[in-house]
C-alpha cells in the first residue's frame, strides 16, 4: 500500500531548540497538508501546498514556524525556537485533487510526536 | 495519535450489534465529507467519503447517511468487532476550491467482546 511517510516519529527537545519534522507524501499526490493535534484543540490545520506552492499557512504561528516543500518528494515543518506548547502529534497528509474534486480524502502519516521540556 | 478532547463522547457496544456515531457538520457550503478512524498511537486512517448530492452511501460494513437540512452526518457500522474499537472523526470539505478539511472533535467507539 502507498503511504505517507514522516520522520520522526517521536522527537523530545529542550525549550528554545530547532525542531525540523519530515514528510514523504505519496508519489503522484499533488497537495500536502500539515495538522498538529493535541488533547484540547483535537486536529488543527496548519499549512497546506498544492504542487508544491504554499496556498495557506494561516494556521500556523507565523513567528516560530515555517512550512516548505523542497521538492515534490519532500514537505518540512520547522519550528524555531520550540516552546513546551508546541508538544503535540504533527500530522503529514497528502491527497490528489483535481481541478475541485478531491477523491478518496486524505490518506495521513503515522505523526510526529514532539516533546517540548 | 493523540485522542481528542478529555471529554470526548464515548459510544459502547456489544460485539456483534450494529454501532453509530452521529456528527454536525459546521459549514452548509460544505460538499465533501469523509470518516475517518483513529487508532492509538497511528494516523487518521480513511473510512468512507460522500459528496453532498448524495444521501447515503455504502462500503463493506459501512454506510454514510448525509442530511443537509440538519448539517448532520452519521457512520453506521454494522456487526461491529473488537478491531473497530477506535476514535472515529468526521470531516467536511468546504467547496472553495482548497480543498482544506476541518475535522470534528472525535467519538470514541468501545466494543465489549
Known amino acids: 500500500d502507498a503511504r505517507v511517510t514522516q520522520t520522526p516519529r517521536h522527537k523530545v527537545t529542550e525549550m528554545g531548540q530547532e525542531v525540523t519534522m519530515r514528510c514523504q507524501p505519496i508519489?503522484?499526490?499533488?497537495?500536502v497538508f500539515w495538522y498538529r493535534q493535541t488533547m484540547m484543540q483535537g486536529l488543527e490545520l496548519l499549512a497546506y501546498?498544492?504542487?508544491?506552492?504554499?496556498?495557506?499557512d494561516s494556521g500556523m504561528p507565523k513567528d516560530r514556524f515555517s512550512a516548505e516543500m523542497p521538492d515534490a518528494t519532500l514537505a518540512t515543518l520547522k519550528i524555531q525556537p520550540s516552546e513546551p506548547r508546541d508538544s503535540a502529534v504533527y500530522f503529514c497528509?497528502?491527497?490528489?485533487?483535481?481541478?475541485?474534486?478531491?477523491?478518496?480524502?486524505?490518506?495521513f502519516g503515522s505523526g510526529t510526536r514532539l516533546t517540548v521540556v | 495519535g493523540e485522542n481528542v478532547g478529555l471529554h470526548l463522547p464515548t459510544l459502547s457496544v456489544q460485539e456483534g450489534d450494529n454501532s453509530i456515531i452521529n456528527c454536525a457538520y459546521s459549514?452548509?457550503?460544505?460538499?465533501?465529507f469523509i470518516w475517518y478512524k483513529q487508532e492509538s498511537g497511528k494516523g487518521p486512517q480513511f473510512i468512507i467519503d460522500?459528496?453532498?448530492?448524495?444521501d447515503k452511501r455504502q462500503g463493506q460494513r459501512v454506510t454514510v447517511l448525509l442530511n443537509k437540512t440538519v448539517k448532520h452526518l452519521s457512520l453506521q457500522i454494522a456487526a461491529t468487532q473488537p478491531g473497530d474499537s477506535a476514535v472515529y472523526f468526521c470531516?467536511?470539505?468546504?467547496?472553495?476550491?482548497?480543498?482544506?478539511?476541518?475535522f470534528g472533535s472525535g467519538t470514541r467507539l468501545q466494543v465489549q467482546p
Open positions: 497528509a497528502s491527497g490528489l485533487v483535481l481541478g475541485l474534486v478531491l477523491d478518496y480524502g486524505y490518506t
Open positions: 508519489l503522484g499526490h499533488n497537495t
Open positions: 501546498f498544492r504542487n508544491r506552492a504554499p496556498l495557506d
Open positions: 459549514n452548509s457550503a460544505s460538499d465533501y
Open positions: 460522500i459528496r453532498s448530492n448524495m
Open positions: 470531516a467536511e470539505n468546504k467547496n472553495t476550491g482548497r480543498r482544506a478539511l476541518t
